[in-house]
């Protein structure tokens, strides 16, 4: 019962591989989120554009 195994050479490249795969995902992650942040934190007014006139974005020639 304490036989155990010797792990296979393909599992180690595996496991490997597979911890690539999730630094590059919360690298990812990691992007998004301070891309999020910067830009919710930025001082610049959140509006979007939603195909609407709002005159806090108009300039004096624009409004015709």
Partial sequence: ???FRQEHELHTRRSG???AVALVLVGLIAIVF???YVK???GSSLEGFDHAVRLSVTTEGDAK
């Fill in 40 to 42: 919710i934190t930025g």
């Fill in 1 to 3: 019962m304490g036989y």
């Fill in 17 to 19: 591989r597979n911890g």
């Fill in 34 to 36: 301070g891309l999020t």
